[in-house]
């Protein structure tokens, strides 16, 4: 009785069992497997030529300076883009969602249509936007009197403006979410809380967002996941540029991959994203239950 | 019984009937669409080009194909941003084309990949491509072990462009020869406020630091491109010569990316020199005002010892390369002997701008009698490969990082090339380990004779 019934649900988890091995368990044994030999260019010529290295990818990764730059560029990118994704989401959400907006459907879809867009062509519609002399942004502030960086060239500012084209690129979807989120608030709770006197303010502090809670959450690991992986804005706009200031992981990862063909030590900066990325979802979820 | 037999048997027939009846239609049908497709009995030739190389070479195609009518060559063109990639992803994938041209800092690759055909034979018996020619800096990038591996199609090197008016107003009209005199005139210049700055040198290349160690006689790697020979004295003595620069501040030490206007500020007196390339001569004709266009001249680099007429400078340019797994290697040789002739190599120049690799070529007056390219003639006897590792391009990278750390004083130059020696090690590491296998299974073989004859 007892191994029918194992073999049933053996039965029914297997698609799951198969599917997961095959697009994930496979693909990141395989991948570590790839990050402890030194699989390169030579290796491509004469697989004799290829070594079992240990975790040796590892020790000069970590030693080496340009993978800190990566690390540290991808760090702000996330930690700067992604709470401010969150932010710009969230008001839009709020705007979107509230009872005076009319014509919702409209404005939902145009905060919702550079989702849909194609990340590539987007990219270089935002290279003229921010061409030192003729993109229109710098038009806007010579005409306001204001100084004119030149966005994807200086190192100070290449990060920012592609930031602020990362934000504008994925904030309609959280934004959706959140709307959903938002219209899963009962109503009731916003009658009471303003029978007990609460304002605008105060109801959206002690009603809106702890109802969120969840959302945020999702969203939190969505948009970080999604910012961890930043590869083809940079790629597109500036390769990596001025002196490395948005070379990103992905990018180092495809650079060492494709460029110098390093596959082993490339492999080790995937597994490297992979479990900073893991730990980063970790934390949230360990946030979230404390709360 | 019989009936049904019958029935069945005339049944059948038709089925089969039916069959054949359709094969054959399927058959000429394939048959159709196979001959139109090579309607023409021809030879296909596939060319990889690359750039505006791919986008001119298209019209030289009918010329070839009117003297070779039996070859049909199909030019792929490709961005030069795609095509390292797109060469590697091919030969993994054995899509290679018959012949490409390939940049000749990529050749130790695909020489390590085993990619490329041995054009030794060819040159032998070329009535076209005589090695006496070429220049000798720019045939040696194309050289592996002693194996010949491509043919150069045009070539590229850097020289020195300066400021005429500033560089005569401190005494050396035809700019400076030697390091001693390029170190007094970048005083000078300094002292007497001539310009901003004597130099531009961009902190984010390693070309300016390469061609001083060339020009110093270093050999960058050792012999064998095992290891870093940066510590010893002839980079050292390059190096120190560059760092200098800076900390005399002579030049800035900013990187390209924050020149804003590289034209303008040339223009305006902010540095009255720059080493740079041939695409630069065009721009310089195009983007400086009227009233500079003779106040700026070229010269090859100074020499770093009195007793030579000219320092040395980097063998850069394209080649045109033949894959060991085409299938048509005698008409792609074919095609390069065409596009490797002198008036084919002048008519080049023409319509891209890419200087001829042969000697002939560049005596067409349209070089000859110009005011800028005769420097780059004299340099381009005198330039040398960068160390043929495909690791280089890596190695290049941590040479313009050290050299910024040292221009900017945050680590002393001896420091840097400890660094740079380290980090050329670390990544040569590889090499060494190969070598060594490739030493103790000779060895062995030698042994295994040696036990044979016994």
Not at chain 2, 79 to 103: C, N, R, Y
Request: proline residues 6%; hydrophobic residues 50%; aromatic residues 12%.
């Amino acid at each position: 009785m007892k191994s029918t019934e194992a073999r049933a649900a053996l039965l029914f988890l297997s698609p799951a069992i198969v599917l997961l091995s095959v697009f994930f368990f496979a693909p990141v044994i395989a991948g570590f497997a790839l990050s402890i030999t030194d699989f390169d260019l030579y290796s491509i010529g004469d697989i004799h030529n290829l070594r079992f290295i240990a975790l040796r990818n590892y020790g000069d990764l970590l030693g080496n300076p340009i993978f800190w730059t990566a690390f540290a560029n991808t760090l702000y990118f996330a930690l700067v883009g992604g709470p401010l994704t969150v932010a710009v989401s969230l008001v839009a959400a709020l705007l979107v969602n509230a009872k005076l907006t009319r014509w919702k459907a409209l404005f939902r879809t145009i905060y919702f249509a550079p989702v849909v867009t194609t990340l590539v062509a987007v990219s270089v519609v935002f290279k003229y936007l921010y061409h030192p002399r003729f993109g229109i942004i710098n038009l806007a502030l010579g005409a306001l009197h204001l100084p004119q960086p030149d966005w994807l060239g200086d190192p100070h500012w290449a990060m920012p403006a592609i930031i602020l084209l990362g934000v504008w690129k994925g904030f309609g979807y959280t934004m959706i979410i959140f709307i959903a989120g938002l219209q899963n608030v009962p109503e009731e709770l916003y009658e009471a809380a303003r029978l007990d006197g609460a304002g605008m303010w105060r109801q959206f502090r002690h009603v809106t967002l702890p109802m969120l809670g969840p959302t945020f959450l999702f969203v939190g690991v969505v948009v970080a996941i999604g910012q961890l992986q930043i590869f083809a804005e940079p790629y597109v706009m500036t390769k990596g540029g001025p002196l490395n200031k948005t070379l990103t992981m992905v990018m180092m990862m495809y650079e060492q991959g494709f460029k110098f063909w390093r596959m082993g030590y490339a492999a080790a900066v995937a597994f490297v994203l992979f479990l900073i990325i893991g730990a980063a979802t970790l934390v949230q979820m360990r946030l979230r239950e404390k709360q | 019984m019989r009936g049904s037999w019958h029935v069945h048997r005339s049944l059948s027939s038709f089925a089969v009937r039916w069959r054949l009846r359709m094969t054959l239609t399927l058959a000429l049908l394939v048959l159709l669409s196979c001959s139109s497709q090579t309607s023409d009995h021809r030879e296909r030739l596939e060319f990889w080009a690359l750039g505006s190389e791919g986008e001119a070479v298209a019209s030289f195609i009918p010329e070839f194909e009117r003297r070779n009518p039996d070859i049909h060559v199909v030019v792929q063109q490709i961005p030069w941003s795609a095509a390292h990639e797109k060469l590697v992803t091919a030969f993994v994938g054995e899509a290679m084309p018959d012949i490409s041209q390939m940049g000749n800092t990529w050749m130790p690759e695909f020489v390590a990949l085993n990619a490329l055909d041995d054009l030794g034979p060819f040159v032998a018996a070329s009535p076209v491509v005589k090695q006496a020619d070429y220049f000798p800096g720019i045939w040696a990038t194309n050289v592996a072990g002693s194996t010949l591996y491509g043919i150069p199609w045009y070539v590229d090197t850097r020289v020195l462009f300066y400021r005429s008016d500033v560089l005569a107003a401190v005494g050396f009209p035809h700019g400076p020869r030697t390091w001693a005199e390029w170190r007094e005139a970048m005083q000078r210049i300094h002292d007497q406020k001539k310009c901003r700055w004597a130099i531009l040198l961009p902190t984010n290349e390693y070309e300016p630091i390469t061609m001083l160690a060339l020009s110093n006689h270093s050999t960058l790697l050792t012999p064998d491109g095992t290891r870093g020979a940066f510590s010893q004295p002839p980079f050292a003595g390059a190096f120190a010569f560059y760092v200098d620069i800076f900390h005399k501040g002579w030049a800035p030490a900013v990187s390209n990316s924050e020149i804003a206007n590289l034209y303008q500020q040339f223009a305006q007196g902010d540095f009255a020199m720059y080493i740079t390339g041939p695409w630069n001569v065009g721009e310089f004709r195009k983007r400086l005002p009227p009233e500079m266009q003779d106040k700026w001249a070229t010269a090859p680099l100074p020499a770093s010892d009195a007793s030579e007429p000219m320092g040395i400078s980097m063998a850069g340019g394209g080649s045109l390369v033949v894959f060991r797994a085409s299938q048509h290697k005698a008409a792609a040789r074919k095609l390069i002997d065409f596009l490797s002739e002198p008036a084919q190599q002048v008519r080049f120049y023409e319509l891209v701008g890419d200087l001829p690799a042969r000697r002939t070529a560049w005596q067409s007056p349209l070089l000859a009698n110009d005011k800028h390219f005769p420097a780059f003639r004299a340099q381009l006897e005198r330039v040398a490969p960068i160390p043929k590792v495909p690791e280089w391009e890596q190695i290049a990278t941590a040479i313009y990082d050290r050299g910024e750390a040292a221009a900017r004083g945050t680590v002393p130059p001896a420091a840097a090339l400890r660094q740079l020696d380290a980090r050329a090690d670390e990544l040569l590491e590889k090499r060494r380990w190969m070598l060594a296998q490739a030493r103790s299974r000779n060895a062995a073989v030698a042994q295994s004779r040696g036990g044979a004859s016994r």
